[in-house]
């Protein structure tokens, strides 16, 4: 079983910047594939940064070049680096561990706002 707890996100204006994180219980993050999605009201759950056990990343074509995912095994965590921040980024955003037996774990999700 594997706990996640997102944080970082909040009102930022358009071409602003967040850093999320999520941290997780267990002694065995390392071995967690981790992703980020986000979920807009009356929108799917969408895709937005993933991350292998091994450091490879792919990103949804929207966030291309804006956002960055990294993950630091040391510290449990798996981070989602924002950068020029647009309206239609506003969602709640969950972080996800998949394990190697496939079983998946959710956050409770972060609100992220970009408005002025």
């Known amino acids: 079983q594997v706990q996640l707890v997102e944080s970082g996100g909040g009102l930022v204006q358009p071409g602003g910047s967040l850093r999320l994180s999520c941290a997780a219980s267990g002694r065995v993050f390392s071995s967690y594939a981790m992703g980020w999605y986000r979920q807009a009201p009356g929108k799917q759950r969408d895709l937005v940064a993933a991350i292998s056990r091994g450091g490879i990343t792919n990103y949804a074509d929207s966030v291309k070049g804006r956002f960055t995912i990294s993950r630091d095994n040391a510290k449990n965590t798996v981070y989602l680096q924002m950068n020029s921040l647009k309206p239609e980024d506003t969602a709640v955003y969950y972080c996800?561990?998949?394990?190697?037996?496939?079983?998946?774990?959710w956050g409770q999700g972060t609100q992220v706002t970009v408005s002025s």
């Open positions: 996800k561990a998949h394990s190697p037996m496939g079983y998946d774990y």
